[in-house]
């Protein structure tokens, strides 16, 4: 299950909300063996952002996934998710970052893994 986690300096609407998470669904299939449904996304929007001691117009966003994917997946889905953002959020600069676990776990009211 990818966790996509994106905090934004600039403010997002619950319809812009809406269509984020949907293009970030469907773009986590250029990971092999992720897609929509097994995604789950976090987005905050209005977030303070600062490099280098100067407030940014930025997204830092956060994928976490259970076990290794391929190099020119991760740069493909890069790539995608700046011109999502770009467009959608007219923001500055990407910061992006991939986390790579060898476990995950998950519990609910049906199952535990």
Do not use: H
Not at 59 to 64: A, K, L
């Amino acid at each position: 299950m990818p966790f996509v986690s994106v905090s934004a300096s600039v403010p997002m609407s619950d319809e812009k909300k809406d269509v984020l998470q949907r293009e970030i669904g469907n773009l986590i299939s250029i990971i092999p063996g992720k897609n929509i449904d097994n995604t789950m996304t976090k987005l905050e929007g209005g977030c303070d952002i600062f490099m280098a001691g100067s407030p940014r117009k930025a997204v830092f966003c956060e994928i976490r996934l259970l076990g290794e994917a391929p190099q020119e997946n991760k740069a493909e889905l890069y790539g995608k998710l700046k011109d999502l953002f770009f467009d959608q959020l007219g923001i500055e600069t990407l910061y992006l970052n991939f986390n790579v676990f060898s476990e995950w776990g998950s519990a609910d009211a049906y199952r535990v893994l």
